[in-house]
């Protein structure tokens, strides 16, 4: 997950490059303004979709404030299904923003309603169906955990695979005992 997220960024870097890029002599700004433009920072108040990819960055330079800004943003402006993973993410590890597991599902949960057309929805119904299994920010739930994870696993998240593998095991465990 790390890669695809970094792998994320790094395109979004990319393609912000390229779609501020101006040849010169044509009143391009000075490397400074260009900089500027290029940072996560000038996103925060921006309407672009693309600044919801500047959130990731943002958090992980140690800028959190900005980081909540952009992905409350994209989530009210676009329902941002990476926004929804990253804030969660945040509230989860308490990093940035007072922890909230309850707050953290409950974002979890609704970007595992949703499909966008990317990943991003299925790596959320991982997460969801794993906060439901461990009763994390959520009451217990195996029967609507394996649920989601079933769902994910069929979209090719490895993780979910191996934790309803794990689950099984468990009730295996649990049956076995006397």
């Given at each position: 997950?790390?890669?695809?997220?970094?792998?994320?960024v790094?395109?979004?870097?990319?393609?912000?490059?390229?779609a501020h890029?101006?040849?010169?002599?044509?009143?391009?700004?000075?490397?400074?303004?260009?900089?500027?433009?290029?940072?996560?920072?000038?996103?925060?108040t921006?309407n672009?979709?693309?600044?919801?990819?500047?959130g990731?960055?943002?958090?992980?330079?140690?800028?959190?404030?900005?980081a909540?800004?952009?992905?409350?943003?994209?989530?009210?402006?676009?329902n941002?299904v990476?926004?929804?993973?990253g804030?969660?993410?945040?509230?989860?590890?308490?990093?940035?923003?007072?922890q909230?597991?309850?707050?953290?599902?409950?974002?979890?949960?609704?970007a595992?309603?949703?499909?966008?057309g990317?990943?991003?929805?299925?790596?959320a119904?991982?997460?969801?169906?794993?906060?439901?299994?461990e009763?994390y920010g959520?009451?217990?739930?195996i029967?609507?955990?394996r649920?989601?994870?079933?769902?994910?696993?069929e979209?090719?998240?490895n993780?979910?695979?191996?934790?309803?593998?794990?689950?099984?095991?468990?009730?295996?465990?649990?049956?076995?005992?006397?």
């Amino acid at each position: 997950m790390r890669t695809l997220l970094i792998s994320t960024v790094c395109c979004a870097t990319l393609y912000g490059t390229a779609a501020h890029a101006r040849p010169p002599g044509d009143g391009a700004p000075d490397i400074k303004s260009a900089e500027n433009e290029l940072s996560y920072r000038s996103y925060v108040t921006s309407n672009k979709r693309i600044k919801c990819l500047y959130g990731y960055a943002a958090n992980k330079t140690g800028d959190h404030a900005a980081a909540i800004q952009i992905f409350e943003d994209c989530i009210r402006r676009w329902n941002d299904v990476f926004s929804m993973i990253g804030l969660a993410q945040m509230y989860e590890t308490g990093i940035g923003i007072r922890q909230d597991a309850a707050q953290s599902t409950a974002l979890m949960r609704r970007a595992a309603q949703l499909d966008d057309g990317s990943t991003y929805p299925s790596l959320a119904r991982y997460h969801y169906g794993v906060a439901l299994a461990e009763g994390y920010g959520i009451q217990k739930n195996i029967a609507e955990a394996r649920t989601w994870l079933h769902k994910a696993a069929e979209e090719g998240v490895n993780e979910a695979a191996a934790y309803l593998d794990h689950l099984d095991h468990l009730d295996h465990q649990d049956r076995a005992s006397p």
